[in-house]
């Protein structure tokens, strides 16, 4: 039987076959040495080795991407495997990596010199191919239980099972694999926005909301927020942002790690579990787990890419990538990577009607400012893409010490720099002073970041257990600077740029993770895993210059517009940290796990897994567990299922975070632009509103589903969930208006603020289904076709509301803790449903990439029932187009949105500013369709 493996995962496949890849050097078995006669014309690459793996009765693995379009000269006479073999791919760029045990397996060049080894992602310790492979009979252990099923559209996974790796239908739950090539197919800035058309249930809102939520690269797994789902690297725990989602509407105070500090040039494949797995893995895997899985093979490329948008050319993109992967020594390897992003702004405001008065009439006439007549009203001019640099490096390595053990490393250090221009202020406004700013102006803040993780362990194998000890360590720190502002309480002499302060977040992880295979009677297989784990936090808040908080006491002077009235205190926009606001936290937590995974017969695999967790702060103790099951009804119809319970440690940025910033909100059916801050839940004037100390989210998950292999080119998998989230955390109401005031002041606030703070607000379900399909298919002569669809069917609900805190009745009957806007960002703005559908035709040097995308409705409700809007389902079309010229040089032209839709006008437009006729929150963008070109050279 022929058996096509994918591009980035052709070693693991092999894993999965039960082969090993040191045999490529030692001698031929009896099998590939015996002499054959062979028949086989000349023809397409696919369909001799197809004929071959007939006449010869081997099972072969080679890259499908890659033999596409290659042809081989005929084979006719007795001779080895091996020679007839060789005559195929005579004059191709592929080789033969080993011949072992009834199967041979081919590589390409993007995948020749790769290692002998993976690591065990899981957290588990590494699987040599060799140990994996060997056959029982000749060990006596376990880890060489019959091979899995593998076919062509098969992948190996190593997330959400520990030991000897399986393929993606042979799990107990969903895994979706994502190779690189995928990742670059889709001309998308990053792995997360690559992830929102590749994985049909993750959203990727356009904008989440305001200020650090621009920054954050924010998406979320099944309907829930995106640190509800755990992010791994080589299956390490990766650090959390210090940066926070304070002031949005999607995902608000959500703290997740940001994937866009991970060099895509750096990654192999992606592995996203859609299924609770916190039993596994530990806080944050409610959701799902996003495995980050780096490049191990040897060989390199650069490329660089040049896009922008179709409508006003505006929002560059200039993406400059790298990567290297050598040996080092006789028993060392080292990938290095390094990528660069450079992206302009854009934007999709209108200019202002002429009717709305952006200069303050004259004094004393009161008529109006000539210069209305002549303005630029275009004011606004940050409605779209916002601009953002950086650099991110990468590296991968191991080397192999005597006695069978490996140290290995692997890291990531970004730099990246965003610049956040906020709404125009209009000279018709008191806080515009004319001393300084007779235009107007708009403000700018600028955050700049460095995001580093290292890691470093070793791993072997002692009296049949595979061992891993490990620590890694991560840090975000972020700065912020504002300019082109003012703190108009100061007057005149105020200042125009101020440090607003700084943000640390650091994680420390320690792990200890220990597996063993037993071999039962019948034929059964006993998988025994556990381990260990510390893991230390902290998160610093540093405040910024007093002149960006200090409240003045100037008053605007007689003959002026706005004339015996005081400005706002604080900076414009964006006020500094305050030294209130400043706090230095951090907790550690202990964890130990355990994991057993039984086949007793051939058809029938079942799991169980507990993990108890130990913070030393208000989070306390929890245990959690999984249970799950796979049967096979047949050779192609397979049923599984999973139950687990999970949580959710409150992150301490939800804790202890504390900042201002000004966003419009809907106030009494009133769009105005309120300056609101974020109170830390321990502080005096949060408390006095009502606020608790955070608990953990608690959650209980279900799944069930069918896999569907019913010819060797074809995988189908149905799956259906349950999600409850218990104590689920969520930002408060923005709570305004001269009672909350009042509060704020006795406390040493501004009266000008509005407030919010984190609090245990909800209980939530949700329910969903996702149907993942794909489909390759030899075209001969004509090449090679790949096909997908993904379904995603997603719903939640709220089971659930805490009353008002006493605190905050006692304020009025008009002050709600979890108003109706705040449910629906959880529950009803977010598609009810998205189609992915993939085609990829491979012919020779060419390669076209189509996808089409469709985003289901979702509803946007407000406090006042007729502000709520509706908005449809939309298509977005992405093409691209390959040629892979000599030497290893291809050139890509592609377009994102090709037929440049919009979402619907949400009919709220603000007439002051000339924006906010789309929402931002679309996960199909606002700023229309672009268009890019890449050109690469692979060595």
Request: proline content about 6%; overall charge negative.
């Amino acid at each position: 039987m022929t058996t096509h493996f994918r591009r980035g995962a052709w070693r693991h496949q092999m894993l999965s076959s039960a082969i090993a890849i040191a045999a490529a050097s030692a001698a031929l078995p009896a099998a590939a040495a015996e002499s054959t006669d062979f028949h086989i014309a000349a023809q397409p690459v696919q369909g001799a080795l197809k004929a071959l793996s007939e006449q010869s009765g081997e099972r072969l693995l080679y890259p499908f991407d890659e033999v596409a379009g290659l042809r081989s000269q005929a084979v006719s006479g007795r001779m080895s495997t091996r020679q007839a073999l060789e005559k195929i791919i005579a004059g191709t760029p592929l080789k033969i990596a080993m011949i072992q045990d009834g199967v041979i397996a081919l590589t390409g060049p993007a995948q020749s010199g790769g290692l002998i080894k993976t690591s065990a992602a899981t957290g588990a310790a590494p699987l040599s191919v060799a140990a994996a492979a060997t056959p029982a009979a000749a060990t006596g252990d376990a880890t060489a239980a019959a091979a899995p099923k593998v076919s062509d559209v098969q992948e190996l996974i190593v997330t959400g099972v520990r030991g000897a790796p399986r393929t993606v239908l042979d799990s107990p739950t969903p895994v979706d694999v994502i190779s690189n090539s995928e990742l670059e197919k889709t001309g998308r800035i990053g792995a997360l926005q690559a992830l929102s058309t590749l994985v049909p249930s993750f959203n990727l809102p356009a904008r989440a909301g305001g200020g650090t939520a621009t920054v954050i690269a924010t998406g979320g797994l099944r309907g829930l927020n995106p640190d509800q789902t755990l992010i791994l690297v080589n299956g390490k725990r990766r650090h959390k942002t210090a940066l926070i989602n304070a002031v949005s509407s999607l995902y608000n105070g959500s703290v997740p790690a940001d994937l866009d500090m991970i060099p895509t040039s750096a990654i192999g494949r992606i592995e996203v579990l859609r299924d609770g797995a916190a039993a596994q893995y530990g806080s944050d895997a409610i959701a799902g787990v996003i495995n980050i899985i780096l490049k191990d093979t040897e060989g390199g490329f650069v490329s660089s890419s040049y896009g922008e948008n179709f409508d006003r050319h505006d929002g560059r993109l200039i993406q400059v990538q790298g990567d290297y992967g050598m040996k080092f020594g006789q028993d060392g390897y080292l990938n290095l990577s390094i990528a660069t992003k450079e992206q302009d702004l854009s934007n999709r405001a209108i200019p202002v009607d002429p009717s709305v008065q952006i200069y303050p009439k004259l004094v004393p006439s009161g008529l109006p400012d000539p210069r209305e007549l002549t303005v630029n009203r275009l004011v606004t001019l940050n409605y779209g893409a916002l601009p953002q640099e950086g650099v991110n490096f990468g590296w991968n390595g191991h080397y192999d010490l005597s006695g069978g053990a490996e140290v290995y490393s692997f890291g990531t250090l970004g730099r990246r720099l965003t610049d956040l221009p906020f709404t125009f202020r209009a000279p018709n406004n008191v806080n515009t002073l004319p001393q300084i700013y007779p235009e107007g102006f708009r403000p700018d803040l600028v955050i700049r970041e460095i995001d580093y993780e290292a890691a470093i362990g070793i791993r072997g194998e002692r009296s049949g257990w595979s061992w891993d000890l490990s620590t890694d360590f991560g840090s975000n720190h972020a700065t912020e600077n504002t300019s082109d502002t003012l703190n108009a309480s100061l007057g005149p002499t105020s200042p125009t740029s101020f440090y607003v302060g700084a943000l640390t977040s650091t994680e420390w992880d320690t792990s200890l993770d220990l597996t063993k295979a037993y071999k039962l009677a019948n034929d059964g297989n006993l998988q025994v895993s556990l381990g260990a784990q510390y893991r230390r936090e902290t998160y610093r808040v540093d405040p910024g210059d007093p002149a960006s908080y200090a409240a003045g006491l100037y008053v605007i002077p007689a003959g002026q517009p706005f004339a015996g009235q005081r400005p706002a205190t604080e900076a414009q926009a964006t006020p500094g940290f305050q030294p209130g606001d400043a706090s230095d936290s951090h907790r550690g937590s202990y964890a130990a796990y355990g994991e057993l995974d039984w086949t007793p017969i051939k058809r029938l695999d079942l799991g169980v897994a507990a993990r108890y967790e130990d913070y030393d702060d208000g989070s306390g103790d929890t245990l959690v567990g999984k249970g799950n099951g796979r049967f096979e009804l047949t050779d192609w119809l397979a049923i599984r299922g999973a139950v687990s319970t999970g949580f959710r440690a409150p992150g301490l940025a939800q804790e202890h975070y504390a900042a201002s910033s000004s966003q419009f909100r809907l106030v009494n059916n009133v769009l105005d632009l309120l300056l609101i801050k974020t109170l830390p839940v321990g502080s005096p004037s949060a408390i006095a509103l009502g606020a608790k100390p955070l608990q953990p989210e608690t959650s209980t998950n279900y799944s069930v589903g069918l896999t569907f292999d019913p010819v060797s080119s074809l995988a189908i998998t149905l799956d259906a969930y349950r999600i409850d989230i218990d104590k689920r955390i969520a930002i408060t109401s923005t709570l305004t208006g001269t009672a909350v005031s009042n509060i704020l002041i006795a406390h040493g606030l501004s009266g000008d603020l509005s407030a919010q703070y984190y609090t245990n607000a909800i209980n939530t379900e949700t329910n969903g289904v996702d149907l993942v399909a794909t489909w390759r298919h030899d075209l001969g002569d004509w090449g090679a076709l790949r096909t997908s669809l993904g379904y995603n069917y997603n719903k939640t609900k709220i089971t659930g509301i805490i009353p008002n805190p006493p605190e905050l009745s006692a304020l009025g009957p008009t002050f709600v803790l979890f108003d109706r806007a705040s449910q629906s960002n959880l529950t009803t703005a977010f598609p009810k449903d998205k189609i992915a559908l993939e085609v990829n035709w491979t012919w020779g040097n060419w390669s076209v990439n189509a996808r089409d995308t469709r985003f289901g409705t979702y509803t946007i409700l407000q406090d006042n029932p007729t502000q709520d809007r509706s908005f449809g389902a939309k298509w977005i079309a992405d093409l691209e187009v390959a040629y892979k010229l000599p030497h290893d040089v291809t050139l890509a032209v592609g377009a994102n949105n090709l037929f440049n839709v919009y979402p619907d006008a949400n009919g709220i437009f603000n007439a002051t500013t000339g924006s906010g006729q789309y929402p931002g929150t679309s996960p199909m963008g606002f700023t229309g369709g672009s268009y890019y070109g890449r050109i690469q050279w692979n060595f």
